[in-house]
């Protein structure tokens, strides 16, 4: 089946230290693989996204590469600040499903100033 | 522009109740997606829309769960008979086109469902 992991939270970080929050997945089909960023008291939202292998998304500093080849999606940020603050989820499509997303448990992030 | 809203934000349930949750997507969007979501992990998927047509309802938990988008638009959950494992926070997402895979999905604040 389709399925995601990511490790296990909660991640305390120093402001403007190096972030890696790890994420590998399992698929029958070929997804496309998504972050989600969930602030306080605020809904989800897309962070980025790859829909092929070797895709680089990024936004607001932070990046992904879709890895084919060790099934891997590890969401970096080379400087975080306090604002980032928040649940980070990875998620997986698989193309020719009906198109649900399918989430990993969520790493929560604390930046400490 | 206005995002996905729903309605309402928080909802106390008696055992036994029913109550129906509401779901309104972004204007135009054709796909419309419900998740819940329990304390500390991740959202499940629970039915996908095509407009007003119910394609996938395989994660729906138990018949005491019913979706409906019948004009398109405006979705609502319902959930009869409520038990306590029924709480979690109940998400809407929607998305543009047809689901391909690739579409992002844009999610609304979700509801917070307790039953006691």
């Known amino acids: 089946g389709n399925s995601v992991t990511q490790m296990e939270g909660p991640v305390t970080l120093s402001e403007e230290a190096f972030l890696t929050i790890n994420c590998t997945y399992t698929?029958?089909?070929?997804?496309?693989l998504f972050w989600y960023v969930q602030y306080p008291g605020e809904g989800l939202q897309l962070l980025l996204k790859?829909?092929?292998?070797?895709d680089k998304g990024s936004n607001k500093g932070f990046e992904a590469t879709y890895r084919k080849e060790t099934t891997s999606f590890h969401l970096e940020k080379g400087s975080v600040q306090v604002s980032d603050s928040a649940v980070y989820f990875c998620?997986?499509?698989?193309?020719?499903?009906?198109?649900?997303?399918?989430f990993g448990k969520g790493t929560k992030l604390s930046v400490k100033p | 522009g206005a995002g996905v809203s729903q309605s309402p934000r928080y909802k106390v349930a008696k055992r036994g109740q029913d109550v129906a949750l509401r779901c309104d997507p972004i204007s135009g969007h054709v796909s419309l997606f419900w998740y819940q979501q329990a304390l500390g992990q991740g959202p499940e998927f629970l039915t996908y829309f095509q407009n007003e047509a119910q394609l996938d309802k395989s994660g729906l938990p138990s018949d005491r769960f019913f979706a409906e988008r019948p004009e398109g638009s405006v979705s609502t959950l319902k959930i009869q008979r409520t038990q306590q494992e029924d709480s979690a926070v109940y998400l809407c997402?929607?998305?543009?086109?047809?689901?391909?895979?690739?579409?992002?999905?844009?999610f609304g604040p979700g509801t917070r469902l307790l039953v006691l």
């Open positions: 998620a997986l499509s698989v193309r020719g499903s009906q198109g649900n997303l399918i």
């Open positions: 997402a929607s998305s543009l086109r047809p689901f391909s895979g690739q579409e992002t999905q844009y």
């Open positions: 698929a029958t089909g070929y997804p496309s």
């Open positions: 790859a829909t092929k292998a070797d």
